[in-house]
Structures are given as structure tokens and as C-alpha cells.
């Protein structure tokens, strides 16, 4: 229930004060949306719920225990949604406009199948089906075969909205949908649609009931059918993780599937998926504002400085231009395309950039549509497979790629038949001799990933989910699922599976390499409360994740954490260092500087930090003797000589500061590097040459007022180093009549 309206802040409001335990505010704002509603049952049943809830509360009061009294409690508080839900939904049905209520008032006003009606008509088509393919070919079979395809399509799209607007179970209800995906004659094809209408249906609103049976699906024998529950009730329980606790039976349901391995990849493999997919808005950015656009420049390039034919030439066919390779390279694009294809390997969703502007076909705007797994013979594509042996060999890319999900398949096969004939027939012979490299492909992977099939069913369907509530053209009148937290580890449900220490390392990791540092951090900290405190790795990543969040004491802590349990570790010690130091300790950092000295005597970046160390605590001689050890070593190395420099200023060594910014301006300087080439000649009394660098650092800064900024951030360092900082003001004034 989405839509802004009074009824549903209402609702929210109800919901919060269920959540924090305010239970006589939630009745009394029940008892309003109740008199909109004048339904005399719903009037009944709050009055009753705030009865019981008042001899609870005199019983608890006068001391009376009761074992029951928690059970009681919990039903009360269970009972309270469930009202609220129908009040609100009783609203809803008079004034919203969402499919949802569209498709419920529509419901309620026809005479709907049940779903015994539903699994017996669908098992009536396919036999019907049965009965057209031993028909002799002719007009009279296609004649037949469209209708009975478009009646099972009409069926199959009825059968999914009665369920997306069902109300909430009881027993005969739940036992129909059993009986529907026990039935081994209903395709899977039928049964994937009806969990996918099972699962929003349970989105807009809940019911325990149907989440039960998408936990029991989790042991169906079909694969398919698995993967499309699991994927269904993990944003499920993201939902409604405050009521879930209160149905225990959804909860031990969860923990005894937990003792199935099977499932317990399958799920953490789909929260993965989940994690995945929240980068996609990111990926698609890049591709957006990076890749394409490089490419996209680089295509003019290519025409002019490469030879077309040497590319087609008879010798060398297969070899790569080596100058097309060196414009790729110079551009950077190879980087790009290097990280494009890394991003797919790992299972990122790189196309769904490409598919988006391929989902305004009126196939899209029918909600049922966005969740059939591909289909050839769906009326929409069907002519496009129609030719034996084009259409078999399109039928087989289709099928054996796992780069793109349902959806975006559906939108290919759409962009295809919009071709013209010749450009049809060339992109299809091409598709085929694709597919059979990409079948040939995954065959190899199989025997190598033996679960290549479920993680790519996994990817899949969460990017078919993904185009659903991204790009669907009522997606607002939906909750974005993409857009919960990422708090998957932290769902009491799901711990029986999660705080498997194998299974929490994965996702904290998984976590981790998305720069999800806040997560990632929870996750590894709930690793060391389960046992896993002897890992110098965890202590590390904690560490590093409380740094990337700007926790430096809190990063500190755990760094030397990891540094007892593994010592002498380079990258540790370097870590604590880099803490105390951005914590103003430097001595204790160059205790651990000196320590990284021992074990690296030759790396010339130690020598620096320990330099800078010696320059923080202004023992000025001992940080240029580190500075002109690493430029005996390195004379080109330009983060000494912008030391040397700094520090020889510090230190009123103004020659020799002024030798070595000379070498510096030589070379790209920054606008820091002539700011404090100027402070130099500001020092050494050559006011003209100091505004004469300042102007080249403003030029570089960007503007006055940011060059000004830089400059007042410098002013204690120049009254150390004896300026006389009367003088800036009238510096600046001289720049601006300069300007003006």
C-alpha cells in the first residue's frame, strides 16, 4: 500500500506505535480509520482486541501471573495489525488509484475462478495443446494454435492478478495454491508467474500464511521454482522484519531449512545477488558518463588513423591492430573496458543501461509481463522464431545466454522484429553462430561450476525484478525493494543461516569489496561475537572500514587489535602509524614508522613518513636528513624535493627551500607548489616575485576567493617562519587592483 495519501500516513503512524509498544495510541488510531469505514465486523473486532487488551493489562497490574500472557500479548499485537490493514485497505479501495486497487475493485465486481478453476483450465490448454501439434501442418493449425496460445496467455496474466489482489488466507485457500505447484502436470513456466504474483501480493500486504508456503516451496523439486521463493521472501522479511518475530512459525520454518546446505547456498548466493544488484545504479552511471562516452569520441579516431583494411585483410585476420590497441590504450578506454569486463565477470548487472530504452513496447505495460520467464512461443515474438532453421537457431542463443535476464531478452527479440528484413536475417545468423560458442562456453563452466545454473537463474531473476521496480511506468505505486537497506545480516530470521561463520564471512566480504563500509563493519563485528576473534583479517577490515567512515580512533583501536594477534605485519603497522599520526601523536607513529624501517630498510615511502613525523614534531634537521636520504636514492622523486622544500622553509633555510621549488615549478606544479614558492620569496623580502606566484597559484586554484582561502590557511606557518603577516592583506588588495 503506497500511494501518499491520508489513509496510508495513517497506517504508517499505526505501524509505528505497534513497533514501539504504544498499543493504546495504535487502538485509538484504529478506531478512527474504523468510523471512515462504518464496517460493523471491523468495529467489533477492534473493540474486542482493546477489551482483551484491558484485562490483560488489569490482570498484569493486580499481579495475577499467567503463563499464557506473552502468547496473549503477541496475538493482541498481531490481531492489531491485521486490522489495521483491513481498515486501511477498506479506505484505500474507495480512493486510490493504483493498480493495485484497480485490480482489486475489478476483482471484486467480476466473478473470479478460484484456483481449482485455474490449475484445471490451465491443464485443459495444455492437453489442448497436445491435441494442435498432431494436426498436419496447414493454416488451420496456426489458426488454432494462436487462439488457444493467446487464451492460455490471457489465463495465465487473470490467474496472476487474482493472486497479486488476493485477500488473506485461510486454510482452503492455502491448500488450492499447495495443490497448484505439487501438481507435476502445471509447467514450471505457470508456477514461476505464481510465485512471483504470490510474493507482491505479500509486499502490498501481509500474510503469514503465504509466506509460510513460499518457505515450503524452498524445498520443491524444481530449481526454478526455489530461486523464485528464495528471491521472494528475503525482501519480504526486509519488510516486515518488526512483525515477522511475532509468526514463529515463518521463523522456525526459515531455521529448520537452514539445516539443508543446499539452501543455505542457494539463499546466501541470492542476498549476494541483492548486494550486487544495489551497484547497479552505480555501474550504470559509469557506463552512462564514462565508457560510452570515451568510445563514442574515440569512433571519429579510429576512422581517421586507422586503415579499415588492414582490419579486413586477408593475412592477420584474427590479429588485434596493434595501433588500434595503442589509440585504445592512449585514451584510457582500455582500462574502461578492462573494468567493464571484470564487472561482468563477477556477475554485474552491465546491461541494464542498454535494455532500459527497450521497455516502452506495450509487451511492458502489462505488470505480469515484467516476471514470464522467456517464452518463444509467447504471441508477442512468436513470428519472429517461426522460420525452422533461424528461428531454432535464435531459440538456442536465447536460451543458453546467461548474460541477460528474461526481461531484457523479451526486449531483444521486440528491438529485432522492428529491423528491416536484411538486417533481421544477418543479426539472427550471427546470434546463431553466437550461440553455439556461448552453449559450447557453458557446458565447459557446468563442469567446472557445477552450480553455474542456479547462480545464473539467481542473477536473473533479481535483474528482471530490478527492470520491475526501476523502469515499470507505475513503479511508484510500489515499495522499491533496491531501495531497503542492506541489512540482511542483522534480520533475527535469518540467522540460523547467516551467522554461519562461513556464510557471515562471505557477505561481510561481499560487503566490503562493494564499499559498503558501514555493513561490512556490523558484519565483521558480529563475526568476532561468534568466536571469529583469532583473525588478524577481521580485525584489519574492521579497522578499515571504521577509517573509511572517519572513525580514526575507533580504526585505531582495531588495527592494534590485528597487530597483537599477527606482529610484524607491514600493512597493520603502516595503519597505526597513518592513525596516530592523523590523531597529532606523531611520536607514537614513529615508533611504529621505525618499526616498518626494520623490516623494509629500503623503502623510500617509510623514509618520507618518517620525515614528515620529524616535521610534525618540528625537529626540523632529523626530517631533512630523512628527505635527502630518499633524494640521494631517487633524484627524480618529486614527494621528497616538495619535503625538502617545505621543510627547509620551516626551518628558515630559505635557499634552499627557493632551490628546490625552482625544481619543482619546472614541472606541473600544483597551485600549492606556487602558493608556497611565494611564501619563500615573500620570506626573502622579493615581494614582487611572491605576487608573481601567488598570481600563477590563483590561476591554478581556480579563483581569488579560493586562492585566498589557501593562503589563510598558511598564515600561522608564516609568522613561524618570521613574516610579518600585516603584510597579506595589502598582498591581496595588490591582486585584486591587479585583476580589476
Known amino acids: 500500500m503506497i500511494q501518499s495519501s491520508p489513509t496510508t500516513k495513517m497506517l504508517k503512524e499505526i505501524y509505528t506505535h505497534i513497533?514501539?509498544?504504544?498499543?493504546?495510541?495504535?487502538?485509538?488510531?484504529?478506531?478512527?480509520?474504523?468510523?471512515?469505514?462504518?464496517?460493523?465486523?471491523?468495529?467489533?473486532?477492534?473493540?474486542?482486541?482493546?477489551?482483551?487488551?484491558?484485562?490483560?493489562?488489569?490482570?498484569?497490574?493486580?499481579?495475577?501471573?499467567?503463563?499464557?500472557?506473552?502468547?496473549?500479548?503477541?496475538?493482541?499485537?498481531r490481531d492489531l495489525y491485521a486490522i489495521a490493514d483491513d481498515a486501511a485497505e477498506l479506505l484505500l479501495l474507495q480512493?486510490?488509484?493504483?493498480?493495485?486497487?484497480?485490480?482489486?475493485?475489478?476483482?471484486?465486481?467480476?466473478?473470479?475462478?478460484?484456483?481449482?478453476?485455474?490449475?484445471?483450465?490451465?491443464?485443459?490448454?495444455?492437453?489442448?495443446?497436445?491435441?494442435?501439434?498432431?494436426?498436419?501442418?496447414?493454416?488451420?493449425?496456426?489458426?488454432?494454435?494462436?487462439?488457444?496460445?493467446?487464451?492460455?496467455?490471457?489465463?495465465?496474466?487473470?490467474?496472476?492478478?487474482?493472486?497479486?489482489?488476493?485477500?488473506?488466507?485461510?486454510?482452503?485457500?492455502?491448500?488450492?495454491?499447495?495443490?497448484?505447484?505439487?501438481?507435476?502436470?502445471?509447467?514450471?513456466?505457470d508456477k514461476s508467474v505464481f510465485i512471483s504474483a504470490?510474493?507482491?501480493?505479500?509486499?502490498?500486504?501481509?500474510?503469514?500464511?503465504?509466506?509460510?508456503?513460499?518457505?515450503?516451496?524452498?524445498?520443491?523439486?524444481?530449481?526454478?521454482?526455489?530461486i523464485r521463493a528464495i528471491i521472494g521472501f528475503i525482501p519480504i522479511f526486509q519488510t516486515y522484519r518488526s512483525r515477522i518475530p511475532l509468526y514463529r512459525n515463518c521463523s522456525e520454518r526459515l531455521k529448520l531449512l537452514s539445516d539443508d546446505k543446499l539452501f543455505n547456498r542457494r539463499f546466501v548466493a541470492a542476498i549476494l545477488g541483492y548486494i550486487q544488484a544495489h551497484e547497479t545504479e552505480k555501474i550504470t552511471k559509469k557506463l552512462n558518463e564514462e565508457i560510452i562516452p570515451e568510445m563514442m569520441k574515440l569512433s571519429p579516431m579510429i576512422g581517421k588513423k586507422i586503415n579499415l583494411d588492414e582490419w579486413i585483410g586477408e593475412s592477420g585476420v584474427n590479429e588485434k591492430n596493434p595501433e588500434w590497441q595503442k589509440i585504445l590504450d592512449e585514451s584510457g578506454l582500455t582500462d574502461k573496458l578492462q573494468e567493464f569486463s571484470e564487472l561482468q565477470l563477477k556477475g554485474a548487472d552491465v546491461f541494464h543501461s542498454t535494455f532500459s530504452n527497450l521497455k516502452s513496447y506495450p509487451f511492458f505495460n502489462e505488470m505480469c509481463n515484467w516476471f514470464l520467464p522467456f517464452n518463444p512461443r509467447h504471441s508477442s515474438i512468436r513470428q519472429l522464431f517461426e522460420e525452422k532453421g533461424e528461428g531454432s537457431s535464435l531459440i538456442e542463443t536465447m536460451f543458453s545466454s546467461s548474460l541477460i535476464c528474461n526481461s531484457d531478452k523479451y526486449s531483444f527479440c521486440?528491438?529485432?522484429?522492428?529491423?528491416?528484413?536484411?538486417?533481421?536475417?544477418?543479426?539472427?545468423?550471427?546470434?546463431?553462430?553466437?550461440?553455439?560458442?556461448l552453449s559450447r562456453m557453458q557446458a565447459e563452466e557446468a563442469i567446472l561450476q557445477p552450480h553455474q545454473k542456479e547462480d545464473t537463474l539467481i542473477k536473473q531473476y533479481i535483474q528482471d525484478l530490478y527492470r520491475f521496480f526501476k523502469l515499470f511506468q507505475r513503479r511508484k505505486e510500489f515499495v522499491?525493494?533496491?531501495?531497503?537497506?542492506?541489512?540482511?545480516h542483522q534480520i533475527e530470521a535469518f540467522h540460523p543461516v547467516v551467522l554461519q561463520p562461513h556464510n557471515l564471512e562471505k557477505i561481510a566480504l561481499y560487503y566490503f569489496e562493494k564499499n559498503n563500509f558501514?555493513?561490512?563493519?556490523?558484519?565483521?563485528?558480529?563475526?568476532?561475537?561468534?568466536?571469529?576473534?583469532?583473525?588478524?583479517?577481521?580485525?584489519?577490515?574492521?579497522?578499515?572500514?571504521?577509517?573509511?567512515?572517519?572513525?580514526?580512533?575507533?580504526?585505531?583501536?582495531?588495527?592494534?587489535?590485528?597487530?597483537?594477534?599477527?606482529?610484524?605485519?607491514?600493512?597493520?603497522?603502516?595503519?597505526?602509524?597513518?592513525?596516530?599520526?592523523?590523531?597529532?601523536?606523531?611520536?607514537?607513529?614513529?615508533?611504529?614508522?621505525?618499526?616498518?624501517?626494520?623490516?623494509?630498510?629500503?623503502?623510500?615511502?617509510?623514509?618520507?613518513?618518517?620525515?614528515?613525523?620529524?616535521?610534525?614534531?618540528?625537529?626540523?634537521?632529523?626530517?631533512?636528513?630523512?628527505?635527502?636520504?630518499?633524494?640521494?636514492?631517487?633524484?627524480?622523486n618529486r614527494r621528497a624535493w616538495r619535503s625538502v622544500a617545505w621543510c627547509a622553509f620551516l626551518s628558515r633555510k630559505f635557499d634552499v627551500a627557493r632551490k628546490y621549488y625552482d625544481r619543482i615549478l619546472e614541472d606541473n606544479p600544483t597551485a600549492h607548489d606556487w602558493l608556497n614558492a611565494g611564501h619563500v620569496e615573500l620570506c626573502l623580502e622579493e615581494n614582487k616575485k611572491a605576487i608573481q606566484y601567488y598570481r600563477s597559484s590563483m590561476e591554478k586554484a581556480g579563483s581569488f576567493e579560493d586562492f585566498r582561502l589557501m593562503l589563510a590557511d598558511d598564515e600561522d606557518e608564516l609568522q613561524e617562519a618570521g613574516v610579518n603577516t600585516n603584510i597579506l592583506p595589502v598582498i591581496l588588495d595588490k591582486m585584486r587592483y591587479d585583476l580589476s
Not at 502490498?204 to 526455489?226: S, Y
Not at 528491416?420 to 546470434?431: A, G
Not at 600493512?571 to 614508522?593: D, F, G, N
Request: aromatic share 10%.
Open 19 to 77: 513497533e514501539q509498544r504504544e498499543l493504546k495510541q495504535a487502538i485509538d488510531r484504529v478506531k478512527v480509520a474504523v468510523e471512515h469505514v462504518q464496517n460493523w465486523t471491523i468495529t467489533e473486532r477492534i473493540t474486542e482486541l482493546e477489551t482483551n487488551y484491558r484485562f490483560m493489562l488489569h490482570y498484569l497490574i493486580e499481579g495475577q501471573k499467567d503463563p499464557q500472557q506473552q502468547y496473549i500479548y503477541e496475538k493482541l499485537i
Open 95 to 189: 480512493e486510490s488509484s493504483t493498480l493495485y486497487f484497480d485490480k482489486a475493485r475489478l476483482q471484486q465486481v467480476c466473478t473470479s475462478p478460484s484456483m481449482d478453476d485455474y490449475r484445471k483450465n490451465l491443464l485443459q490448454q495444455i492437453d489442448t495443446f497436445s491435441l494442435i501439434d498432431l494436426l498436419e501442418e496447414g493454416e488451420e493449425k496456426v489458426r488454432r494454435l494462436r487462439e488457444n496460445e493467446l487464451a492460455y496467455e490471457k489465463m495465465l496474466q487473470d490467474l496472476f492478478y487474482m493472486l497479486f489482489v488476493s485477500p488473506r488466507s485461510h486454510a482452503d485457500m492455502l491448500a488450492s495454491f499447495r495443490a497448484f505447484i505439487d501438481d507435476d502436470h502445471i509447467p514450471v513456466y
Open 198 to 226: 504470490l510474493t507482491l501480493n505479500v509486499l502490498q500486504r501481509f500474510d503469514a500464511g503465504k509466506v509460510e508456503l513460499l518457505l515450503d516451496i524452498c524445498r520443491h523439486h524444481e530449481v526454478e521454482l526455489v
Open 414 to 437: 521486440f528491438s529485432i522484429m522492428m529491423m528491416p528484413e536484411n538486417y533481421r536475417r544477418m543479426m539472427i545468423s550471427q546470434l546463431g553462430a553466437e550461440g553455439e560458442e
Open 480 to 488: 522499491d525493494i533496491f531501495d531497503l537497506p542492506l541489512n540482511y
Open 518 to 636: 558501514t555493513e561490512a563493519l556490523t558484519a565483521y563485528q558480529m563475526l568476532t561475537e561468534i568466536g571469529n576473534t583469532t583473525q588478524s583479517e577481521v580485525w584489519q577490515k574492521i579497522g578499515y572500514c571504521k577509517q573509511m567512515i572517519l572513525d580514526t580512533e575507533g580504526a585505531l583501536e582495531a588495527y592494534l587489535h590485528a597487530d597483537l594477534i599477527e606482529e610484524n605485519n607491514t600493512w597493520v603497522m603502516q595503519r597505526v602509524a597513518h592513525c596516530y599520526r592523523a590523531l597529532k601523536q606523531p611520536e607514537t607513529a614513529l615508533t611504529y614508522y621505525r618499526r616498518l624501517e626494520q623490516i623494509r630498510p629500503d623503502d623510500l615511502h617509510i623514509q618520507l613518513l618518517i620525515g614528515h613525523c620529524y616535521l610534525e614534531l618540528k625537529e626540523y634537521d632529523k626530517s631533512l636528513n630523512r628527505y635527502f636520504k630518499v633524494e640521494l636514492i631517487d633524484s627524480n
